[in-house]
């Protein structure tokens, strides 16, 4: 951390960055769309890809740790799209 950013401009930072991230996944899974390209398998592709992604920065076992809680957070509705207006 910078010595002129506090902890919770970090955090607010992070918070902008994955939000700028999802707006670029966002526009990419658009653009497939709209390329032909079928939804599910544009979102299978984004899923092996961030997977390997989280696998190549934190490991193996602590992906396998995070996906063991998406079954929960799926059937809660968290990944919903209805629930979020």
Known sequence: MRQDQT???QELSAADEKREALNYLTEA???ALLAGI???CFA???L???FQE???TYGEDAVADFAEGLPERIRNGEFT???RH
């Open 54 to 56: 989280l696998v190549d």
């Open 38 to 40: 079928e939804g599910d």
């Open 44 to 46: 299978h592709a984004a």
């Open 81 to 83: 799209l209805a629930n």
């Open 7 to 9: 902890p919770l401009h």
């Open 48 to 50: 092996f890809t961030a």
């Open 29 to 31: 899974f658009a653009e």
